[in-house]
């Protein structure tokens, strides 16, 4: 890169940071490349402020090297700082204020940032450098922030169900008229079926990494050698084209059976028939209404049944475009939510896998490998774990925060706080997502390779998730209870005898002890 002190003057600095790699973002929408100068940079604070997995520094780290070399090709001039040049600053605050200094642009412009403490960051830009900051909408979104809150205010209850079938709607995805395809909005119960293991269950596209990528695992490995996770094999999209390569793929080979299998879960087969594309989508790579057109189109075209265009678009208009919306509502005293009162140091076992429970071992083994696990492993075994366990959610929360490659605080936090751990109060989830070993068994075949029983529910070969489950019942009896989709359950835990009901606690006790 050129040296600061050598820049020519500018009229804006338009920052892009790491998760909005897209050509036509708003900042970049708005700017011109014969007048404007494009800000990358490759901060040590973003890859450490939690210690993420190595794959994922790598990623983004190749992905944004690849991105300033296409804005290069559409014409922009990009400065970019790489991790361990001299004009490195380590911060936002920082780095933005040497090319300030540098390039004394006449205005600083941004999409407006993924999360509220980078935005709490560009808040003071202003005042500190003598500069105007324009923050543009994050258009990449279909629901706006604004919208949101106006879609939220003055409801007594906030469902995702609802606010999807009006993004629905907005969108025209998979709508007949003023009517769902098929003629209802929602295949959820279609889409709980267990799998069986096959030989030709088919697997994301890897790419082998080119010289630009090769660079970055060799920084990743000297820099943050330390953190968790495997950096290699490093199979990763890197680049626009090898993204859209890689969701072309799923759409055409694991889309069609996504639907039917996407809660299972299986011994040897991190990926089943999903995406593997979150990253991707959450990076700016892959554009989320061009993503679900084409799945839209594939259902049209008959290639793929309604319950797997649905439960994929559903994922994408409803639930994302909803914890997002619930992030930017309710944050920043969100991430401290702790309605269930749980203050458990999170287990060791989450970082080492080092547990003889087989679908916890399974989980966090996989995403030491491959900086990913689907939905269902993170919220019905290690996030079910860790709410039955009474595990402090902000606790999990830096840890999924940590591990995942498509993990950023605007989505990651509501999952885990709301979703995951009911430590919002039921402001996100209607009901604790709360299940014995019975449900895992049901949708996996750990259970048979499991040194635990899951069959029994008490002693010491039983399953932890079942003494766990009825002590979390009984613990928060009073709260659940007067929830309809609960109050069963706590019926039942009444129904136990008094001795069945001490051997529960003692049982969940002595399990508890040996965390």
């Given at each position: 890169?050129?040296?600061?002190?050598?820049?020519?003057?500018?009229?804006?600095?338009?920052?892009?940071?790491?998760?909005?790699?897209?050509?036509?973002?708003?900042?970049?929408?708005?700017?011109?490349?014969?007048?404007?100068?494009?800000?990358?940079?490759?901060?040590?604070?973003?890859?450490?402020?939690?210690?993420?997995?190595?794959?994922?520094?790598?990623?983004?780290?190749?992905?944004?090297?690849?991105?300033?070399?296409?804005?290069?090709?559409?014409?922009?001039?990009?400065?970019?700082?790489?991790?361990?040049?001299?004009?490195?600053?380590?911060?936002?605050?920082?780095?933005?204020?040497?090319?300030?200094?540098?390039?004394?642009?006449?205005?600083?412009?941004?999409?407006?940032?993924?999360?509220?403490?980078?935005?709490?960051?560009?808040?003071?830009?202003?005042?500190?450098?003598?500069?105007?900051?324009?923050?543009?909408?994050?258009?990449?979104?279909?629901?706006?922030?604004?919208?949101?809150?106006?879609?939220?205010?003055?409801?007594?209850?906030?469902?995702?169900?609802?606010?999807?079938?009006?993004?629905?709607?907005?969108?025209?995805?998979?709508?007949?008229?003023?009517?769902?395809?098929?003629?209802?909005?929602?295949?959820?119960?279609?889409?709980?079926?267990?799998?069986?293991?096959?030989?030709?269950?088919?697997?994301?596209?890897?790419?082998?990494?080119?010289?630009?990528?090769?660079?970055v695992l060799a920084l990743v490995e000297q820099r943050f050698g330390n953190h968790f996770g495997d950096l290699e094999p490093f199979w990763f999209a890197t680049t626009r084209a090898d993204a859209q390569a890689a969701f072309a793929a799923f759409v055409e080979q694991s889309l069609p059976r996504f639907g039917d299998f996407q809660d299972a879960m299986l011994r040897g087969s991190a990926f089943l028939y999903h995406g593997v594309v979150s990253h991707y989508l959450n990076c700016g790579l892959l554009d989320p209404?061009?993503?679900?057109?084409?799945?839209?189109?594939?259902?049209?075209?008959?290639?793929?049944?309604?319950?797997?265009?649905?439960?994929?678009?559903?994922?994408?208009?409803?639930?994302?475009?909803?914890?997002?919306?619930?992030?930017?509502?309710?944050?920043?005293?969100?991430?401290?939510?702790?309605?269930?009162?749980?203050?458990?140091?999170?287990?060791?076992?989450?970082?080492?896998?080092?547990?003889?429970?087989?679908?916890?071992?399974?989980?966090?083994?996989?995403?030491?490998?491959?900086?990913?696990?689907?939905?269902?492993?993170?919220?019905?075994?290690?996030?079910?774990?860790?709410?039955?366990?009474?595990?402090?959610?902000?606790?999990?929360?830096?840890?999924?925060?940590?591990?995942?490659?498509?993990?950023?605080?605007?989505?990651?936090?509501?999952?885990?706080?709301?979703?995951?751990?009911?430590?919002?109060?039921?402001?996100?989830?209607?009901?604790?997502?709360?299940?014995?070993?019975?449900?895992?068994?049901?949708?996996?075949?750990?259970?048979?390779?499991?040194?635990?029983?899951?069959?029994?529910?008490?002693?010491?070969?039983?399953?932890?998730?079942?003494?766990?489950?009825?002590?979390?019942?009984?613990?928060?009896?009073?709260?659940?209870?007067?929830?309809?989709?609960?109050?069963?359950?706590?019926?039942?835990?009444?129904?136990?005898?008094?001795?069945?009901?001490?051997?529960?606690?003692?049982?969940?006790?002595?399990?508890?002890?040996?965390?």
């Open positions: 890169m050129s040296s600061p002190d050598t820049l020519p003057a500018i009229r804006n600095l338009i920052l892009v940071p790491g998760d909005q790699l897209t050509p036509d973002i708003s900042s970049l929408a708005a700017g011109d490349p014969t007048r404007d100068r494009v800000l990358m940079a490759e901060l040590q604070d973003e890859a450490s402020y939690v210690r993420h997995h190595k794959k994922k520094i790598a990623f983004l780290f190749s992905a944004m090297r690849h991105f300033a070399d296409e804005l290069r090709g559409l014409g922009w001039s990009v400065d970019y700082v790489r991790l361990g040049d001299p004009a490195h600053q380590g911060s936002f605050t920082e780095q933005v204020a040497q090319n300030v200094a540098a390039l004394k642009p006449q205005r600083i412009v941004l999409t407006e940032p993924g999360e509220w403490r980078v935005l709490e960051m560009v808040r003071g830009w202003a005042e500190r450098f003598g500069v105007p900051v324009d923050i543009m909408p994050d258009t990449r979104f279909l629901c706006s922030i604004p919208d949101f809150q106006h879609w939220a205010s003055g409801r007594k209850q906030l469902r995702m169900e609802y606010f999807y079938r009006e993004m629905r709607r907005k969108t025209g995805l998979l709508m007949d008229g003023d009517a769902p395809v098929g003629g209802q909005w929602n295949y959820d119960a279609d889409n709980r079926k267990p799998a069986a293991p096959d030989l030709f269950m088919p697997r994301p596209p890897t790419f082998a990494p080119d010289k630009v990528t090769r660079d209404l061009t993503i679900c057109r084409q799945v839209e189109a594939a259902f049209r075209a008959g290639k793929v049944p309604l319950n797997s265009a649905e439960g994929f678009i559903r994922q994408i208009i409803g639930w994302r475009e909803y914890v997002r919306g619930i992030y930017w509502l309710k944050m920043p005293d969100y991430e401290r939510s702790n309605a269930l009162d749980h203050h458990r140091p999170l287990p060791d076992f989450y970082w080492t896998a080092e547990t003889d429970m087989a679908c916890v071992r399974a989980a966090v083994t996989q995403t030491k490998e491959q900086a990913y696990a689907h939905h269902i492993q993170r919220l019905m075994v290690t996030g079910n774990f860790a709410m039955l366990a009474g595990v402090d959610p902000h606790e999990l929360h830096l840890w999924y925060l940590s591990v995942y490659a498509d993990a950023y605080e605007w989505v990651e936090l509501p999952n885990t706080v709301g979703m995951s751990q009911f430590a919002d109060g039921g402001l996100l989830a209607s009901k604790p997502y709360a299940a014995s070993g019975a449900y895992i068994n049901r949708m996996s075949d750990y259970c048979g390779s499991c040194a635990y029983d899951v069959k029994q529910r008490t002693g010491p070969d039983a399953c932890p998730f079942n003494s766990l489950y009825w002590a979390f019942i009984a613990r928060h009896r009073e709260r659940i209870g007067r929830n309809p989709r609960m109050a069963q359950m706590v019926a039942t835990w009444d129904r136990f005898g008094a001795d069945e009901q001490a051997r529960i606690s003692a049982s969940a006790t002595q399990f508890l002890a040996t965390l």
